[in-house]
């Protein structure tokens, strides 16, 4: 079974630019998330998506930050424009269903706002 | 307020030891999930554990062993006989799915060292 794929590896922008992210999770999983993880500290979730519906984004800086699941396959998410505080690992992770079957996480993106 | 808590920063110990590491949790619904997560220097998140609220019986896995308390609210973790590459960030984490979103809370986690 391929596992959580996420593109790119690496990203370093300029703060004011704008980053994407892209996610494509476990085939067959219906649920799909992402979460920020700062040096140092623990992943944060940002927001999750079931099919292609929010069921949570109350903590996405929705200012700048905005994620869309279309056709409920992958997701792809932005940053715009970028502030300094948003270098972190973006990690994308999906799940079979609702319950806390399970998570399987990507690899994450690395990103560094200079 | 802060929901799961993982006390200690950084444990260094040497090899062959034993080493538990603390998670304690907060929350005031009646079904609950918890987990454990190992993050290598690779960066990748590794699943070790799921246990639910309804179920205190202790696991062990190999030489990994997990003691749920509801009583004290803590989902302990310990490592028998360490080895060097049980070197990570340990993660605690809880997911409340009868909120309508089950997404994880981590706690800050736990940097463990072992020396050779």
């Known amino acids: 079974e391929a596992g959580v794929a996420q593109s790119p590896r690496y990203k370093i922008i300029e703060k004011r630019q704008s980053v994407a992210f892209w996610c494509n999770p476990i085939?067959?999983?219906?649920?799909l998330y992402w979460y920020q993880q700062i040096l140092g500290q623990g992943p944060k979730l940002l927001i999750q998506f079931q099919n292609n519906g929010v069921v949570d984004d109350s903590q996405l800086p929705k200012d700048r930050f905005s994620a869309e699941r279309l056709k409920g396959v992958d997701s792809t998410l932005k940053i715009q424009p970028a502030k300094l505080e948003d270098s972190a690992v973006y990690l994308c992770?999906?799940?079979?269903?609702?319950?806390?079957?399970?998570?399987?996480f990507g690899s994450g993106t690395r990103l560094t706002v200079v | 307020a802060q929901k799961v808590t993982q006390a200690q920063t950084e444990i260094s110990v040497v090899e062959k030891e034993d080493v538990t590491l603390d998670c304690v949790y907060e929350t005031r619904d009646t079904t609950y999930y918890l987990f454990w997560y190992k993050q290598p220097p690779s960066g990748e998140l590794v699943f070790l554990i799921r246990r639910n609220s309804f179920d205190e019986q202790n696991e062990i896995s190999g030489r990994y062993s997990w003691n749920f308390q509801k009583s004290t609210s803590s989902f302990n973790f310990t490592i028998t006989a360490s080895q060097v590459v049980d070197s990570a960030v340990y993660f605690c984490a809880l997911s409340e799915p009868g909120r309508g979103a089950d997404g994880l809370t981590f706690g800050k986690g736990t940097h463990l060292i072992i020396q050779p």
């Open positions: 085939s067959g999983h219906a649920t």
């Open positions: 992770a999906s799940s079979l269903d609702r319950v806390g079957y399970g998570y399987t």
